[in-house]
């Protein structure tokens, strides 16, 4: 029953450095993204070389996700926990900081899903007479991937706020729990 108090701050730790893994490498896509010197015409014809920009946001997406998966799996566990139905069942469901907090969560990583996803694909190499749709050339617009950034910094922010919460308010019942069980 203990061991939850060495879990939680590893996952916590976890959570927190796959975000910020994923920050940094928004940051460094802004800054190695394709610019509009590297584009290349030819009357009809674009070309645009690929950058490392799209590595940096496969890598942030990938952190992004394993972080927000892992956070809410853990609210998941803490919610269906049978101590916290026990105590809540008596209490009127109604809605709370911490369910705004989940939902901000969810909607500013879909945001930043979209955002770096489509990003990185249009910094994929752009063939000649390809391009990236309907064989024009595009490029990313400055910002976009701060943009991001900050989402995924609202998305890790509302989640581990969320997690702290309901972990905060786990161990709120167990010590009641305790008391009223030695009493």
């Given at each position: 029953m203990e061991n939850h108090h060495f879990i939680y701050p590893i996952l916590i730790s976890s959570i927190t450095a796959l975000g910020l893994v994923s920050i940094s490498l928004c940051i460094a896509a802004e800054f190695k993204k394709t610019k509009k010197k590297d584009l290349r015409?030819?009357?009809?014809?674009?070309?645009?070389?690929?950058?490392?920009?799209?590595?940096?946001?496969?890598?942030?997406?990938?952190?992004?996700?394993?972080?927000?998966?892992?956070?809410?799996?853990?609210?998941?566990?803490?919610?269906?926990?049978?101590?916290?139905?026990n105590s809540s069942s008596k209490a009127k469901k109604k809605p709370t900081i911490n369910g705004f907090m989940c939902v901000l969560s969810w909607i500013s990583f879909v945001m930043a899903i979209i955002l770096i996803g489509t990003g990185s694909s249009m910094n994929k190499s752009q063939p000649l007479g390809e391009g990236w749709i309907d064989g024009e050339c595009y490029i990313v617009k400055d910002g976009v991937y701060i943009i991001s950034a900050i989402l995924v910094f609202v998305t890790l922010s509302s989640t581990l706020g969320s997690l702290i919460l309901k972990i905060k308010k786990k161990n709120q019942v167990e010590t009641r729990w305790q008391d009223t069980s030695t009493s």
């Open positions: 015409f030819d009357g009809e014809l674009c070309y645009l070389p690929g950058s490392v920009d799209f590595e940096f946001g496969i890598g942030a997406i990938i952190c992004l996700v394993m972080a927000q998966v892992i956070g809410n799996l853990l609210i998941c566990k803490i919610f269906f926990s049978r101590d916290h139905q």
